[in-house]
């Protein structure tokens, strides 16, 4: 059994990024969802709980088999989090919020093209756009899936913005950097049709970040 005592520490870090994404305006009220695997399954916040009132007994824990255990109801988008977690066993952490302009471009259904190269840093040479279905369905969880293929992260239509990483913190930083993208990509389009690279170059750039950061110090 995995009781409230459990994963104390995650459970209190959840709180802290549930509280930074609110505060820093990527999320708004009780919209938006986390969640961070453990030994036998993940920690996830629960269903519509005023994230400042959270307390880590809040914290629902669940299985991958769906089942949970705790004193609160689990997200209504759990099927996400789990279908993620079971199709994608590189993937630590969840991140899914309402923020402002991800979800602009998510109710015009429109994806994040290569129009800058930092695009790139979720995965691929586009952020696709998840089909839309009513939130909470297993029909919602199948598009986010297909739209997270070779990916780590995506808009979801007439809905929000989902990231993953190898650790909720690295999801919760992605999900940051698309919404960026998103903000940029909205303004220029005030302007015009913003200029795409060529997939050549989105290649080359992939490519780059296998290597790009600071290397590993020897020790000794």
């Known amino acids: 059994m995995s009781g409230a005592l459990e994963h104390?520490?995650?459970?209190?870090g959840l709180i802290t990024l549930a509280r930074k994404m609110n505060g820093s305006g990527l999320n708004q009220g009780t919209s938006g969802n986390l969640s961070q695997r453990v030994e036998g399954g993940f920690?996830?916040?629960?269903?519509?709980?005023?994230?400042?009132?959270?307390?880590?007994e809040d914290i629902v824990f669940m299985r991958l088999d769906g089942t949970w255990e705790g004193r609160r109801e689990p997200s209504s988008e759990w099927r996400i989090h789990r279908d993620v977690f079971v199709s994608r066993p590189e993937v630590g952490g969840v991140?899914?919020?309402?923020?402002?302009?991800?979800?602009?471009?998510?109710?015009?259904?429109r994806g994040i093209p290569g129009?800058?190269?930092?695009?790139?840093?979720?995965?691929?040479?586009?952020?696709?756009?998840?089909?839309y279905a009513t939130f909470g369905s297993e029909e919602l969880s199948r598009h986010v899936l297909v739209a997270l293929e070779?990916?780590?992260?995506?808009?979801?239509?007439?809905?929000?913005?989902?990231?993953?990483?190898?650790?909720?913190?690295?999801?919760?930083?992605?999900?940051?950097?698309v919404e960026t993208l998103a903000a940029m990509y909205w303004r220029a389009l005030q302007v015009g049709e913003p200029v795409l690279l060529e997939p050549?170059?989105?290649?080359?750039?992939?490519?780059?970040?296998?290597?790009?950061?600071?290397?590993?110090?020897?020790r000794g």
């Not at 070779?150 to 950097?177: F, I, P, W």
Request: aromatic residues 8%; positive net charge; charged residues 20%.
């Open 95 to 109: 991140f899914h919020a309402h923020s402002m302009f991800s979800t602009s471009l998510a109710c015009l259904r």
């Open 8 to 12: 104390r520490p995650a459970r209190a």
């Open 200 to 218: 050549e170059e989105l290649a080359r750039v992939l490519d780059k970040w296998k290597t790009y950061g600071q290397p590993a110090r020897k």
């Open 43 to 56: 920690l996830l916040t629960p269903s519509g709980m005023d994230y400042e009132l959270l307390l880590p």
């Open 150 to 177: 070779d990916r780590k992260a995506c808009l979801m239509a007439n809905h929000g913005l989902l990231a993953v990483g190898d650790s909720l913190q690295s999801a919760y930083q992605l999900a940051t950097e």
């Open 115 to 131: 129009f800058h190269y930092m695009v790139t840093r979720a995965g691929g040479d586009t952020i696709r756009c998840a089909e």
